[in-house]
């Protein structure tokens, strides 16, 4: 407890630096302007509009985003043991139902609702009062809306890898529940809401920050709350089809020109941008990770083809929108190799992070968040910054003090509450559950007749 109080009192000090930082380098106010002449008053403010094509574009990402969470699904049924294939895919699907719902209600009035404090939105928004079909930029403010609570439902299902096959579902219906409200909610609105983050100048085009990192940390707390799988690491625990994994990992990356070139919010040549930087990116790391896996194992394997293109998308999510296709190849490239590095070390270290959530989220997402910080330039987007590469040593450190910040706000969060629920319900099945398989304990049903 005495580290847990230590690492709240940095994540405090953080959020405190980043507050101030924020109002220091925040554009200053404008002094009172003279009484002009009629001839040159300023023009008046374009009236806000709904564009069909942006609209258009937006339905379709906003489509392409939850085609991403049956994908995940996919992706991580194919890579436990046969016997949990039902109750993994299903930890995913039903974010779709529980999220969605908690999004309407309360989460997005808590992450894009007026500022509070720079920490939190107000409930003005609850149950979408006041979110209508009225413009919120060039689209229907419930699209806006929409486009967002599919980020909100994919983030908590992207836990579940490191928990795979050992936890109630009861548990993490709640669970789910709980860490979207606290942890997700607050870090979107630091981030793309108008908090802290977003007024110090931290760049995070689609998610780096608010989805990667906030998952992948958390994804590391619960495999240390949770304890290691019966067995693990002495029987042997292979995926059971790696075929699923494969189709999942191509809906993921499919799915994904949605997740940041849907970010630009219009049709235009920043979608475009994004588009490219994805694609260069997420080819460039699975080659990145087969090659360290050829060098370091003997043989390049079809899962590490499909491991290495999750880590480059995941890497490529928070600069998509800001740099150059030179600069994704670089960055997708080391997120392959950076991952695959780290997966190795898991089994020195000990933990049982199932699927990798941790080792491929939380340090694909920590390493894309610095690598905007080096490679973003205005050339990309006049409304990002400079990174460090292009003169702008100060973006790095604001991408510095915002990894910081959401790594130890998402593990002391996350911890709370998996510790308040182990006391209260419990988090794990029992050791003959587990044994006999989630799907016939949790779900009364078998993923195969044999």
């Known amino acids: 407890m005495k580290k847990i109080a230590s690492i709240l009192i940095l994540v405090g ?12 380098t925040a554009a200053p106010a404008a002094a009172p302007m003279a009484v002009a002449p009629a001839a040159t008053e300023a023009a008046p403010a374009p009236v806000p509009h709904i564009d069909s094509g942006d609209t258009a574009w937006m339905l379709m990402s906003t489509a392409l985003v939850m085609l991403m969470t049956p ?18 895919i299903m930890q995913s699907f039903i974010a779709l139902g529980v999220i969605s719902i908690q999004w309407v209600l309360i989460g997005y009035s808590l992450a894009f609702g007026p500022d509070v404090g720079g920490v939190i939105g107000d409930f003005s928004l609850a149950g979408l009062s006041g979110v209508g079909l009225a413009p919120n930029g060039t689209i229907p403010a419930q699209l806006f809306m929409m486009f967002q609570m599919m980020f909100a439902v994919i983030t908590p299902a992207l836990i579940s890898g490191a928990f795979a096959e050992r936890m109630k579902f009861s548990a993490y219906l709640i669970f789910i529940v709980l860490w979207s409200t606290i942890v997700y909610d607050p870090l979107a609105h630091w981030v793309w809401g108008g908090g802290w983050m977003m007024k ?45 994994t494969v189709i999942g990992a191509a ?9 940041n070139a849907g970010s630009a919010l219009t049709s235009g040549a920043l979608a475009v941008t994004a588009f490219v930087a994805t694609h260069i990116a997420t080819a460039a790391a699975s080659l990145g990770w087969v090659l360290a896996e050829w060098k370091h194992h003997g043989k390049p394997t079809v899962l590490g083809a499909a491991s290495g293109a999750v880590a480059g998308l995941v890497a490529i999510t928070p600069a998509a929108g800001f740099v150059t296709p030179m600069a994704s190849i670089i960055i997708g490239f080391a ?20 699927l990798d959530a941790f080792g491929v989220h939380g340090i694909g997402g920590t390493w894309g968040a610095i690598a905007t910080g080096l490679f973003a ?20 450190v604001k991408q510095l003090v915002s990894v910081a910040a959401s790594w130890g706000y998402s593990f002391i969060l996350t911890f ?21 398989g989630l799907d016939l304990t949790q779900h009364g049903e078998n993923g195969y007749l044999m």
């Open 251 to 259: 809906l993921l990356w499919f799915g994904w020109f949605g997740f």
């Open 200 to 244: 110090m100048g931290a760049l995070d085009f689609a998610g780096g920050l608010v989805v990667h990192i906030s998952s992948g940390v958390a994804a590391l707390v619960c495999a240390l709350v949770l304890g290691k799988r019966k067995g693990y690491p002495a029987e042997p625990m292979i995926p059971h089809n790696l075929t699923m």
């Open 13 to 24: 000090m953080f959020m405190m630096a980043g507050v101030a930082f924020a109002e220091d």
């Open 71 to 88: 994908g995940l699904a996919l992706f991580y049924g194919g890579l436990v043991r046969r016997k949990n294939v039902l109750s993994t």
């Open 335 to 354: 997120a392959g190799v950076i991952c695959y590095l780290a997966i190795v070390a898991k089994s020195k270290l000990g933990y049982d992070d199932a």
């Open 416 to 436: 709370i509450i998996l510790k308040v629920l182990d006391a209260t319900i419990g988090l794990r099945v029992t050791e003959e559950d587990e044994v006999m």
């Open 377 to 396: 330039t205005v050339a990309v987007n006049g409304a990002g910054a400079d990174g460090l590469l292009y003169g702008g040593s100060g973006l790095l």
